[in-house]
């Protein structure tokens, strides 16, 4: 499967626990994407990233949310001391990084707070 | 004000007419557009692409642009229950920069 690869696919906290959700880009991908989608509403931009770098990172909460891309293995999107709040849709998105290149979703984490 | 609108419906139309769903953005430093298809519970699906004023063809899809009026839409020609989802409307200021999603059109055909 060449596509964007996310897991783990559902994810159960309760309060207080960490979230780890993990994305793999497309092969040949090296810009990474994370967006969160609340129910019934569009697709927020949280943090984007390359290989050991942080773009973009303004979409994400300044406390308890960090992101990572290593040089080797996926990015690793993170939430701290999880809250009710945090329930969402978490998508990946990746490109090439090429001008004007689509970004393709990996089939995303659904995180539900206990 | 939003970046980007889109009407949330549900638009509904008969099988085998045209859906027209509509999007308007509000930067004028966008540059490339593109709409997704979201199936409930799934991931957004990229079903065009447009960079250029006019319209662009595929398949059963055209999406068209007018710049001037930052104005996107997608016609679906031949609309089948298949095609109920929710559309996602998202426009890229630059080359690498994050998408600006509207919230979504709610496509239902009815057979």
Redesign the interface.
């Known amino acids: 499967n060449a596509g964007v690869m996310q897991n783990p696919r559902h994810l159960v906290r309760r309060r207080g626990q960490e979230a780890r959700l993990r994305c793999s880009p497309m092969k040949g991908h090296s810009?990474v994407?994370w967006?969160r989608q609340l129910p019934e509403?569009?697709?927020?931009?949280m943090v984007?990233l390359q290989k050991e770098n942080i773009?973009?990172e303004s979409?994400m909460p300044k406390e308890r949310f960090s992101a990572e891309f290593p040089k080797e293995g996926p990015s690793i999107l993170r939430i701290q001391q999880v809250v009710r709040g945090d329930s969402a849709a978490y998508?990946c998105?990746s490109?090439p990084?090429?001008?004007?290149?689509?970004?393709?979703?990996?089939?995303?984490t659904r995180l539900s707070i206990l | 004000q939003k970046e980007v609108e889109q009407n949330s419906g549900p638009l509904s139309v008969p099988e085998g007419a045209i859906a027209s769903l509509n999007c308007t953005y509000s930067d004028r430093g966008s540059q490339s557009f593109f709409w997704y298809r979201q199936y409930s519970g799934k991931s957004p699906e990229l079903i065009m692409s447009i960079y250029s004023n006019g319209d662009k063809e595929d398949g059963r899809f055209t999406a068209q642009l007018n710049k001037a009026s930052q104005y996107v839409s997608l016609l679906i020609r031949d609309s089948q229950p298949s095609d109920s989802a929710t559309y996602l409307c998202a426009a890229l200021k630059e080359g690498n920069t994050p998408l600006v999603f509207g919230k979504g059109t709610r496509l239902s055909v009815i057979a």
Not at chain 1, 99 to 106: A, D, I, K, L, T
């Open positions: 810009h994407y967006y509403e569009g697709l927020k931009f984007y773009i973009d979409g998508f998105a490109s990084g090429q001008f004007n290149q689509p970004q393709h979703f990996g089939d995303g």
